[in-house]
Structure formats: C-alpha cells, structure tokens
C-alpha cells in the first residue's frame, strides 16, 4: 500500500508521519484529581499496545498527572489544552511530549504566540484539532453548517496562525461525528498539506457502533493511504479503544502480529456447533501474537478448499473435524475433541 507522504514529527521518542508506523493512541478518563487513578490505567493501556497517552488537563492541578504518568510508563503524553493558554504553558513546562490544542479557543493571536514559543523552545509538536463542534463564527456563516470544506478551512487557519509563528512541528486532526464528513475531511486536507494527520472519529458510540464507525472511517483512510496515527474514539474502557486499533490496522495491512482468525458465517450444511466452536477459539487466542491464519470453518465447501491458505484450522463435517494446514488434511477427530485438537496445533506452530 503506498502511504501518503507526510512530514515527520516526534513524539517523545515515538515517530508520527515520514513512513513510520501508524501509532495507537488513547485517552485516559479517570478524573484528574485521581492521580493513582490515572497511573494505573495508563499502565493497563500500555500493557494493551498503546503507544501514545493523552489526557485532559482542564485546571493546574492536572498539570501534576504529566510527571506521575511519564514516571510510570514507558509512553509519550499530549496534555489536551482547551480555553486557557497558561495550562498549555505550564504542561510545556512540566515536561508534555505533545500539546493539542484548538487555537481558536484558548484567546486571541498573542496568546497562540506564546504557546507556540514555549513549544517551539523544547521543540514540542503542536497537534491542532478542529471539529464540528469548534468552527469559528465566521466559517459556519460562510458555509451555512460544518462541512467537510469549513472544517478544513478553519484547520488551515489555525496551522497559518502556528505557521507565522516560523513552526511547522504539527499535526492536524480534523474530526467529525459523521462517518462521510470526516472521511471528506481528511481526504481534502490531506491534499492541501503535507502535516502529519491524526485520524479518529469524534463521538462515535458506544462499543459496538463506535467500532464500526471507526473502522470504516479510519479504515477508509488508511486503506487510501491517508493517516499517521490514530484513535478509536469509544463510550467504553479505553483498553476497548487499543484492542479496536490494533484489529483496523491489521485488517488494513498496517500491522502483524497476532492471530488472524477467519470463520464461516454458518448455513444449512453446518451439522456441529460451529458458532461456540468459533467464539471459543478467539477467547483462547486473544494475547498470542504468532502472525498466522487460523481457519474455523462449517463444511467441505468451505473448508480446506475455500481456506486453503490458513496456517492451520479446521473443517467440521457431521459431529467431526478435519484439522487440515495449507489445505492439507493432517487428522479426523470427534466434535468434541476439535478445540483442544486445533489449539495444540496452534501452540506447535
């Protein structure tokens, strides 16, 4: 797949654009007064693949959560700066990787200046996000609601305003609860700039449509090349959000690793019980990160045939299996031996 070419920005020690990888980030959602709170899950969500950690500073006593969180993990931290410039000031100050912030709210020109020179001084990348909901007056009377074009207006506005700063070290994120909006977003600004591009669905939904949404969002994206690093933005546990990241950018080609479990969708030739068989074989798998392709599928039509490039799987016929690798037929065993069988195989592999 060839990646639209962006310029490179670091994040502490990690890579957005230029080629490198597509990054995972989150936000952490316990209140800022927890600082033990907020220790913990940043711990849980670097465990989980996380790469990048974001966090709300909204008063100076979260200041505090940047020197307990980079204590704690191995991960750099965008403080997320809204309506007050000096919070931005003393995040730069207390040692934030990133600060994302929409110059349009945090006060007038001089006050941009100033955090644009604090960052500029410790050389901190500037993340600038727009979305619907932040458009300026003057935009949304132009173009009579937030379309994809005055999103991307208003984003252009606030680079200009960093850029006449002599700062380019940005990244641009231009979000929209709508699926198509955000998607037309992008796509014209990625056209315009060559800014490292933050890509998310903003207010996406709960686990199950927040998930959806956000795969074909970002997944479309990414799929066109389009995208340095992103977010699956979910009304869950934000270990939720990694587990979503991380399955969108294999199922993109963006990352390896991991079991890549394919099944059939059951029909009237499935003669065991092929969906529990299913369900149990991806809990076990969860957490092995062998690169391979494990097929569990219902009959002979799509069994070793239609699945013949799996590493290993099965196809189950009447109250048996055949456990076959690369198409070929390794052994014949009962239904209720297929799981432990398959997962032995797995575990040689």
């Known amino acids: 797949m060839k990646r639209a070419t962006t310029k490179r920005v670091m994040v502490g020690g990690v890579p957005i654009g230029g080629g490198s990888e597509v990054t995972i980030q989150s936000m952490l959602n316990v209140p800022c007064a927890d600082v033990k709170g907020n220790v913990?899950?940043?711990?849980?969500?670097?465990?989980?693949?996380?790469?990048?950690?974001?966090?709300?500073?909204?008063?100076?006593?979260?200041?505090?959560?940047?020197?307990?969180v980079k204590s704690a993990v191995d991960m750099?931290?965008?403080a997320d700066i809204h309506f007050d410039y000096r919070l931005a000031?003393?995040?730069?100050?207390?040692?934030?990787?990133?600060?994302?912030?929409?110059?349009?709210?945090?006060?007038?020109?001089?006050?941009?200046?100033?955090?644009?020179?604090?960052?500029?001084?410790?050389?901190?990348?500037?993340?600038?996000?727009?979305?619907?909901?932040?458009l300026e007056r003057q935009i949304l009377e132009k173009y009579g609601s937030p379309t994809a074009e005055a999103l991307v207006e208003s984003?252009?506005?606030?680079?200009?305003?960093?850029?006449?700063?002599?700062?380019?070290?940005?990244v641009v994120?231009?979000?929209?609860?709508?699926?198509?909006?955000?998607?037309?977003?992008?796509?014209?600004m990625a056209e315009k700039r060559d800014y490292p591009l933050h890509l998310g669905?903003?207010?996406?939904?709960?686990?199950?449509?927040?998930?959806?949404k956000s795969?074909?969002?970002?997944?479309?994206?990414?799929?066109?090349?389009?995208?340095?690093?992103?977010?699956?933005?979910?009304?869950?546990?934000?270990?939720?959000?990694?587990?979503?990241?991380?399955?969108?950018?294999?199922?993109?080609?963006?990352?390896?690793?991991?079991?890549?479990?394919i099944s059939c969708p059951t029909c009237g030739r499935t003669r065991v019980a092929l969906i529990p068989l299913a369900q149990q074989v991806e809990k076990a798998l969860q957490g092995v990160d062998k690169p391979i392709t494990v097929a569990v599928m219902g009959c002979a039509v799509n069994g070793p045939g239609e699945a013949r490039e799996a590493d290993i799987g099965v196809a189950c016929g009447d109250g048996c299996g055949l456990i076959f690798r690369k198409g070929e037929i390794l052994e014949k065993v009962p239904e209720e031996q297929i799981l432990t069988t398959l997962l032995s195989y797995i575990e040689k592999l």
């Open 40 to 68: 913990e899950q940043a711990k849980a969500l670097q465990r989980a693949g996380c790469q990048i950690i974001r966090a709300a500073i909204e008063n100076m006593e979260a200041v505090r959560l940047i020197d307990a």
């Open 89 to 134: 000031l003393e995040a730069v100050a207390a040692g934030a990787d990133k600060i994302r912030i929409n110059p349009g709210n945090i006060g007038d020109e001089g006050r941009v200046r100033q955090v644009v020179s604090a960052c500029k001084a410790k050389d901190i990348p500037i993340r600038v996000g727009v979305n619907s909901g932040s």
């Open 76 to 78: 750099p931290f965008v």
């Open 201 to 212: 669905v903003t207010e996406a939904g709960t686990a199950r449509m927040g998930l959806l």
């Open 215 to 261: 795969a074909v969002g970002i997944g479309s994206l990414l799929l066109d090349g389009i995208g340095d690093t992103i977010r699956v933005s979910l009304t869950a546990d934000p270990i939720e959000e990694i587990a979503a990241a991380k399955d969108i950018l294999r199922v993109c080609g963006l990352r390896r690793g991991g079991v890549n479990l």
């Open 173 to 188: 994120s231009i979000k929209s609860s709508s699926v198509h909006k955000m998607i037309e977003s992008y796509r014209l």
């Open 155 to 170: 984003a252009l506005y606030h680079v200009g305003l960093i850029e006449r700063c002599d700062y380019d070290n940005i």
